[in-house]
């Protein structure tokens, strides 16, 4: 695969991810009925879930910028590993925050090889 390529299909999953995150932290912003009626019955408050989706929108435009891609990239795994823990902890459904997950580690992955390198390296640390 060409560099252009890869770099379109990089792009083209962040844009994707973006519209996900985007769409998650609006509802928590705006205070959702049903989002927050489920964010209840984790025992979650409506100022904590308003924050939260603050939370989402500054680690997803940290993930955007490329120079704090990495950085953004670490903090919406760190957040979906806690969305995942949370419904795991009240017997929900997981298989939507795992799919996001596998994306996002894919897609940094892609846009990022220096990440991809550092995580599968063979090489040990001195």
């Known amino acids: 695969m060409s560099q252009k390529a890869i770099k379109i299909t990089g792009w083209t999953m962040t844009i994707v991810l973006a519209l996900v995150f985007t769409m998650s932290a ?3 912003l705006t205070q959702n009925e049903t989002a927050l009626a489920q964010a209840s019955s984790f025992g979650i408050d409506a100022t904590t879930y308003q924050f939260i989706g603050i939370i989402e929108i500054i680690s997803l435009i940290l993930f955007i910028v490329p120079r704090t891609g990495i ?3 670490m903090l919406l795994v ?3 590993g806690g969305a995942i823990v949370t ?6 459904p997981i298989a939507m925050a795992v799919i996001f997950q596998i994306l996002l580690w894919v897609t940094a992955f892609i846009r990022f090889p220096e990440l991809k390198q550092r995580i599968f390296s063979t090489k040990r640390a001195r």
Do not use: D, S
């Not at 419904?87 to 929900?92: A, D, F, N, T, Y």
């Open 71 to 73: 950085l953004g990239t």
């Open 78 to 80: 760190a957040y979906l």
């Open 87 to 92: 419904h795991l902890q009240h017997q929900q």
């Open 26 to 28: 609006f509802l928590k």
